[in-house]
């Protein structure tokens, strides 16, 4: 099961946060750091909160939070409003006591939702977070300026309690360059340490619903959602939120976690940014963007090889019946599947955990930011100023590319066909990402017609992985029942793809039948 990451447009300097194992150095290793730079002398603040809902968390279900936190000698009630393709609200007002108070709450719209949600029902504390938090501001030789705070905190619930470290860096003046010198930095001074998304506010939720391994879903990506007035960095920028967000989530779950729908998901993530980062190449086109997206391919090569092994075990060995006197060989291909595919996992946790990786993660979690200061504008390429004008442009190339090769579909070879399926896919997510632009029933029908096709094509793609199993080795050398099963499941799969290919042509020509959406 997957769950789905909501994502708020980006606006500001928004913060990057770094997620400091238990038994790090990071807080003796922070002066080193700081030697580099101009410093500010360091403050230290208590920040302690109350998050209230109702008994039933209908708060939580409306993606709405209600804070009171002592603010010097005041208490300050918080609202936060969160919406997915949009910059939510947050609202802020003084209290007489630490009592959380809708009435007080100024803003009417918001006050009006907040009790249409808890419907008179009464707000108990749920959880409390309690932060010890030091800030440097470091500032380099060009008068860039970062914040870099470093949290000890504690959430607590009636019956529980989590103890975490955590470092915040956020740009206050300058380039984004900065941004990025520092939080590298801390990553060749401090290892493990990763960029993380989750809240102290969802943390403590985790916590009180007793759900110690919530982060641990694997995630699909929801795009973010782009409105025609947006200006084509803009887009991007929301786009690139939700991906960037997507991937680093997923990176975690295969990590930490062994459900094969991480690998999957944080495959399909980076297959998604690196599509928009080519779409978006006549305004962010740059050395370090195509450097980024040949890292992001070399890293999609190395969790493949875990997918693979996960589709070879579940789609290809698993559904195929073998006679009885064979039943026994197949589970031991089987098994022996599973294997390589646990040991492959552990390489796979090694390579993702290896220091360039780590900063990896980091320049995808200031990807966003970045995005505005790679800007340019060639002469013969569309206005960063219209969006759908360079959609236009990218759906047009992306269609092209797959007419190219389905207009000969009838002779196509096996390398070709597999050619056709990655273009399909990448004209999938480009209109995936740009669909909000255009009439919604026409561009619902066009991807409907485009699933199926992918999902033909993705079984004639993974029925190539049973030639995978003639390279298991049995641990009896004689084992003819291991063989024999091999043999009938690699030519099920034969049989199969034979069939499956004429409907791949049938609806490959409903496709080009369709209307498209953008024209």
């Avoid at 030697?35 to 998050?51: D, E, G, N, Q, W």
């Avoid at 500032?139 to 915040?168: C, I, P, Y």
């Avoid at 195929?320 to 390589?340: I, K, M, W």
Wanted: proline share 5%; glycine share 6%; hydrophobic share 40%.
């Amino acid at each position: 099961m997957t769950q789905k990451i909501h994502i708020a447009r980006p606006h500001g300097n928004m913060p990057i946060k770094l997620v400091v194992d238990a038994h790090s150095a990071t807080a003796t290793r922070l002066p080193d750091l700081l030697i580099a730079h101009k410093c500010v002398k360091a403050v230290k603040r208590r920040l302690k909160s109350t998050y209230y809902d109702t008994a039933t968390h209908d708060l939580r279900a409306n993606r709405i939070s209600l804070r009171v936190r002592k603010v010097g000698k005041s208490w300050r009630q918080r609202i936060k409003i969160a919406a997915a393709g949009k910059s939510g609200r947050i609202v802020e007002d003084r209290l007489a006591t630490a009592t959380p108070d809708v009435d007080a709450i100024s803003d009417a719209h918001v006050r009006k939702q907040v009790r249409k949600v808890i419907a008179g029902a009464p707000l108990e504390a749920a959880f409390i977070t309690d932060v010890r938090r030091t800030t440097h501001v470091l500032s380099d030789s060009k008068g860039s300026r970062v914040k870099v705070a470093l949290d000890d905190a504690v959430v607590k619930t009636a019956s529980n309690s989590h103890t975490f470290t955590d470092l915040k860096l956020v740009l206050k003046d300058g380039q984004i360059g900065a941004l990025v010198d520092v939080a590298t930095a801390l990553i060749a001074k401090t290892t493990p340490l990763a960029p993380q998304h989750t809240s102290n506010e969802e943390l403590g939720y985790h916590l009180l619903l007793n759900q110690p391994n919530a982060n641990l879903k694997p995630a699909k990506m929801v795009p973010g959602r782009i409105a025609k007035t947006d200006t084509s960095i803009d887009g991007l920028r929301i786009l690139a939120t939700a991906m960037t967000q997507q991937i680093l989530h997923n990176w975690s779950v295969v990590l930490r976690g062994t459900d094969p729908e991480g690998a999957h998901q944080l495959r399909v993530g980076l297959r998604q940014l690196r599509t928009m980062l080519r779409a978006f190449r006549p305004v962010i086109d740059s050395a370090e963007m195509r450097a980024l997206e040949q890292d992001l391919k070399r890293l999609g090569r190395v969790v493949g090889t875990l997918r693979d092994l996960d589709v070879l075990g579940s789609d290809i060995v698993a559904p195929v019946a073998v006679p009885s006197q064979l039943q026994g060989g197949h589970d031991r291909v089987a098994r022996a599947v599973a294997a390589r595919r646990d040991g492959q996992r552990e390489t796979v946790r090694q390579t993702l955990a290896a220091p360039h990786l780590q900063a990896l993660q980091v320049r995808l979690a200031l990807l966003p930011q970045q995005l505005g200061a790679a800007q340019n504008q060639p002469n013969d390429g569309p206005s960063p100023k219209h969006i759908k004008s360079l959609a236009r442009r990218a759906l047009n190339k992306s269609w092209r590319g797959a007419m190219d090769l389905g207009k000969r579909i009838d002779a196509l070879t096996i390398p070709e066909r597999h050619e056709l399926r990655k273009r399909l896919k990448g004209l999938r997510y480009t209109l995936d990402a740009f669909g909000p632009l255009y009439p919604k029933r026409t561009t619902q029908r066009f991807i409907r017609d485009l699933k199926q096709l992918q999902e033909v094509f993705g079984y004639l793609n993974d029925a190539t992985l049973a030639e995978q199993l003639f390279d298991l080795k049995p641990a009896d050398v004689d084992d003819a029942a291991f063989h024999q099963a091999i043999g009938h499941i690699t030519g099920y799969h034969a049989a199969q793809s034979t069939t499956t290919w004429y409907q791949a042509k049938q609806f490959w020509r409903d496709l080009v039948a369709a209307k498209r959406p953008w024209g």
